[in-house]
Structure formats: C-alpha cells, structure tokens
C-alpha cells in the first residue's frame, strides 16, 4: 500500500523559511513523478512544484519561483520542499503527490506565514 507522509509544516514570520519533507513507501518502482500542491482556504488546489525520479527536471508555479527548491533522495523515496522568504499568501495546506502507476496524496500540512 502506498503511503506518503508529510513533515516539517508550522507557522513562520514573512520572510522565513520552512522545509517540507515527504516520504513515499509501499512500492519499487523506480518511475514516478512527485509534486508538492497547496491549496488555501477558499481557492482551489495548485501546484507548487514538480520532481521526475529519472530525469530529475523540476517545474515550478510562477509564485514561488526563486523562492522554493523541489528536491529528492531517491533512496529514502523522499521528496523536500525548501521554501525560503515565505510570504502571507504561501499561508495553505501543502500535499504532497505522487504519479506511480496511480496517483497518491499525502494527508497535507499546514503552513502558517504570518507576524
């Protein structure tokens, strides 16, 4: 069974950092893609960011470009989310997603920017 468990969320000052981790078990395939979605309250989800196992190529919404950081340890089956000089608006509930041979979400975590 697959399973994909989120780490690291809290509340940070504007301007700080945070770093989410997910970890991925429950299967051997060594293709899959991972991203990282958030959605807050009252709009839709998005996507954050992008990962591929193989290529390692990362995509990332506009708003947080040069900003965040997607980034994997493949032996660990982990996929992190640096996010520096947060902002209010990065305030949501981040998941993490998985593209195996079906699709998988992390139960979310919440981040909190605020002063």
């Known amino acids: 069974q697959v399973q994909l468990v989120e780490s690291g969320g809290g509340w940070v000052q504007p301007g700080g950092s945070l770093r989410l981790s997910c970890e991925a078990s429950g299967f051997s395939s060594r293709n899959y893609v991972m991203r990282w979605y958030r959605q807050a309250p009252g709009k839709e989800r998005e996507l954050v960011a992008s990962?591929?196992?193989?290529?390692?190529?990362?995509n990332y919404a506009d708003s947080v470009k040069g900003r965040f950081t997607i980034s994997r340890d493949n032996a660990k089956k982990t996929v992190y989310l640096q996010m520096n000089s947060l902002k209010p608006e990065d305030t949501a509930v981040y998941y993490c997603?998985?593209?195996?041979?079906?699709?998988?979400w992390g139960q979310g975590i919440q981040v909190t920017v605020s002063s």
């Open positions: 990962i591929s196992n193989l290529s390692g190529s990362t």
């Open positions: 997603y998985a593209r195996i041979s079906m699709e998988y």
